[in-house]
């Protein structure tokens, strides 16, 4: 007799999340062949001895303990023979226009862009692992980058999962392991939990992804509030989404800010420089023609303090109305204080929001 065939496996909706391997220092060395293997660090504009920080810094440099958002004098110390190289904003977003184009052209992909490096990718397959390998290389094939993959049955997992295929490798991460895989990790490895946020959590007796997972909620909306509570909970066990959204991202403020050379201390200068940042700040808010309906102020004092103000206003176009209350928040900047940075921002009205009459919550930088 025989033996049944079995039925052959359906194909499951996945979520893919691609990440590019040192992103912009591989750019670095595709430009420049020579650096291949030498230790590349970018931020900036390639000077250590200014004031600026590290972008990005490849494998090569990772190794001396260099990372993004490191000063880059630090960096520079801590590998000396290390190359440093501007930022280049522009060739930058060229290679990613080319990798989005390539996993926008995979067959049946449906493509979330969160950045010039990541991107999730939603698709029906029944081998989700395959279809990972396939996709590196059309990638590799049309950009010479090299990418890590992340497979999961949510946004959460795959993003997660994509941290243990670095560098050029796949990683599934599902309902199944989760915790076999996650569980004795501290809750700081979580997508969505920082340093501030891990701590409070210790402070609740959660240290483990596994004990965020079965925490109480009761705690849990006792100090982070009713929605932010249950969210990581959620975020401890893995679940969420599984939809990936193409829908073109839309920015909901835009902002800028500068490191000063040298600390700024007279009001005349720092007015002078708060406006200088708005006025670019309006004119890409006026290029997207939405409303504003809030402003934010960063300000680091020297040596390193920072401090935010923000300021909801009634939704206004008008340029004069809205630098005059900008000003209002920069007004509130300490006296003969020296300042290091300043940034402004302007949050709009989102499309979705000026449809239905009502503004949006306030993001920071």
């Known amino acids: 007799m025989s033996a049944i065939p079995l039925p052959a496996p359906a194909a499951g909706p996945w979520v893919l ?77 060229a290679a990613s226009d080319q990798v989005m184009a390539t996993l926008r052209a995979q067959p049946g992909a449906v493509v979330q862009v969160l950045g010039w490096d990541e ?18 290389q059309a990638v590799l094939e049309r950009t010479r980058l090299h990418c890590s993959v992340g497979i999961g049955d949510t946004l959460v997992r795959a993003k997660v999962a994509t941290g243990f295929g670095k560098p050029r490798g796949v990683f599934r991460l ?25 701590k409070r959590l210790a402070l609740l007796g959660i240290r483990t992804v596994t004990e965020l997972a079965h925490a109480d909620e009761a705690p849990l909306v006792g100090e982070f509030g009713p929605n932010m509570g249950l969210w990581y909970r959620q975020l401890g066990r893995g679940d969420g989404s599984s939809l990936v959204d193409d829908t073109p991202w839309v920015p909901r403020g835009h902002s800028k800010e500068t490191t000063f050379q040298q600390n700024i201390v007279e009001r005349a200068d720092v007015e002078t420089a708060a406006r200088s940042l708005l006025d670019q700040v309006l004119d890409e808010v006026a290029a997207d023609d939405r409303p504003v309906v809030g402003l934010g102020l960063k300000v680091r004092y020297a040596p ?20 005059a209350k900008a000003m209002e928040l920069v007004a509130k900047i300490e006296p003969d204080r020296p300042i290091r940075l300043l940034g402004l921002r302007a949050e709009m009205v989102m499309p979705d929001d000026a449809r239905e009459g009502h503004t949006p919550t306030r993001s920071g930088w």
């Open 304 to 323: 390193f303090l920072t401090k935010t103000f923000t300021k909801k206003i009634a939704q206004t176009s008008d340029r004069d109305e809205i630098v």
């Open 119 to 136: 991107a999730f990718v939603g698709v029906e397959t029944d081998d989700p692992e395959g279809y990972a390998r396939r996709l590196q």
């Open 17 to 93: 999340h691609v990440d590019l391997d040192q992103f912009i220092a591989a750019v670095e060395v595709l430009r420049h062949p020579e650096l291949a293997g030498k230790p590349v660090i970018v931020g900036g504009r390639g000077d250590p001895t200014e004031r600026a920080v590290v972008s990005t810094a490849s494998y090569e440099a990772r190794e001396f303990g260099v990372g993004s958002g490191m000063p880059l004098r630090i960096a520079a110390r801590k590998v000396p023979d290390a190359v440093i190289l501007p930022v280049d904003h522009q060739a930058y977003n």
């Open 174 to 198: 599902t309902a199944e392991n989760w915790l076999e895989v996650m569980g004795e990790r501290p809750t700081i490895e979580l997508w969505g939990v920082g340093s501030k946020v891990s």
